[in-house]
């Protein structure tokens, strides 16, 4: 780990108390670590606004009844395998599929695969949340 810097931050009182109660929710043990993940978050998305190689996960719900869903799931990630690192299946119940496909390449590719999976007739809900190759936080 790097030194660590002291600053100091000026801030309106009620606005520190409503966040002060938010990171106490989430557990965080103090406010240094909880402003360290703010930034850090707005570091991930400076990655992905500049292009820089990011990684992510692709969640998806889906009916495998779908008729041809399944089969149109798997050629499109078969498109863009170079950029699936894994991808795990989870049966939710008799209809439903949960599915999780972990993504790495340049955000506009990752976005350009994420959205033709949620445009497949039958996915129910399907969304990209970004990260970090670690090498830019």
């Not at 106490?24 to 500049?50: G, H, P, V």
């Not at 009844?65 to 395998?81: A, C, E, F, G, T």
Request: net charge neutral.
């Amino acid at each position: 780990m790097s030194d660590l810097i002291r600053f100091g931050v000026s801030i309106d009182k009620e606005l520190l108390e409503k966040y002060d109660a938010k990171i106490r929710k989430e557990n965080y043990t103090n406010r240094s670590n909880a402003i360290a993940d703010l930034i850090r978050e707005e570091l991930i998305k400076q990655e992905w606004a500049e292009d820089k190689e990011v990684a992510g996960a692709i969640i998806m719900v889906f009916d495998h009844h779908q008729r041809d869903l399944v089969n149109n799931l798997i050629n499109i990630q078969h498109d863009y395998h170079k950029y699936i690192i894994s991808s795990q299946h989870i049966h939710l119940d008799h209809n439903n599929c949960f599915e999780i496909v972990v993504v790495k390449g340049k955000p506009h590719q990752l976005e350009e695969l994420a959205n033709k999976l949620k445009a497949a007739k039958g996915v129910k809900h399907a969304s990209l949340s970004l990260a970090t190759t670690g090498k830019g936080v």
